[in-house]
């Protein structure tokens, strides 16, 4: 099965994209972004929007250029970007005449059984009214012991909370490969079936200062989203604009439920 035909025998798809993909120099691809998510929208999906770029947002505001390990700095940048981040995401959907949801979570309220349920209905209600819900971890309040850490664990957890069909991790690259893509003899991995060995492949963390995702992070979070039945297509942020026409390169990550095609 092609990129385009997973897409288009899904119902309900959330979507992730990493603050190096939407802010600095690609900042343009946020508008893309939402292009894609209004077609998705078009065809009937239900559509949930994971958005990391809150504090790279807010970095060169106070003129910083690499990613603070203060968390104290990161709260305080969190809290001015993410304002502005919903900004462009409202001003970008205004074009169609939608409006975006803003959805803050922590560990907390995915851990405990009355908040995750009480965050699952307020995310029903917007889909209901055809709001697209955009989700961040609220890093504002979020502890350095206790929070997801990056997006792409989020992404799963609300795959699995929202009983999504299909979870499309957007990134640098795109594609799982056998080795870092820069290095000779690396190459892409098509699908990836459920349980299947990964042990050999040489992965690694983020690659930018702005993020805290990388090969790792989404590899790991493609592993929990499959394990609760959630498919995972993995693909880069400059496959946006056709990942819902064409097949583009990829990788598929086969849920537990289903079988390898």
């Known amino acids: 099965m092609q990129t385009f035909e997973r897409i288009q025998v899904s119902r309900r798809v959330v979507v992730k994209v990493g603050s190096s993909s939407i802010t600095g120099s690609n900042e343009s691809n946020l508008d893309l972004l939402v292009d894609f998510l209004v077609r998705l929208q ?3 999906k239900e559509v949930v929007l994971v958005s990391s770029g809150a504090i790279a947002t807010a970095m060169p505001i106070i003129g910083l250029t690499v990613r603070s390990e203060d968390l104290a700095t990161s709260q305080a940048l969190a809290s001015i970007g993410q304002a502005k981040l919903m900004g462009r995401y409202e001003r970008s959907l205004a074009r169609y005449d ?7 979570l922590t560990v907390d309220n995915l851990d405990q059984e009355s908040s995750s349920e009480n965050a699952l209905r307020a995310l029903e209600r917007l889909l209901e009214i055809g709001v697209i819900p955009i989700i961040n971890e609220n890093d504002s309040v979020a502890t350095q012991e206790i929070r997801f850490g990056d997006n792409d664990q989020l992404a799963a957890r609300v795959a699995l909370l929202a009983a999504a069909d299909l979870l499309i991790l957007f990134s640098d690259i795109d594609a799982l490969y056998t080795k870092p893509p820069t290095e000779p003899g690396s190459e892409p991995i098509a699908v990836v079936s459920y349980g299947q060995d990964l042990s050999e492949l040489e992965v690694s963390g983020t690659s930018t200062g702005y993020g805290t995702g990388g090969a790792l ?3 790991a979070a493609a592993q929990l989203a499959t394990s609760g039945g959630v498919g995972v297509l993995l693909t880069s942020t400059a496959n946006i604009a056709v990942i819902d026409t064409a097949d583009c ?3 598929w990550f086969e849920p537990a439920d289903r079988i390898a095609q």
């Not at 939608?98 to 803050?104: I, R, T």
């Open 42 to 44: 078009k065809l009937g």
């Open 98 to 104: 939608l409006l975006p949801g803003q959805m803050l």
């Open 217 to 219: 992070t989404k590899l």
């Open 249 to 251: 390169r990829n990788t």
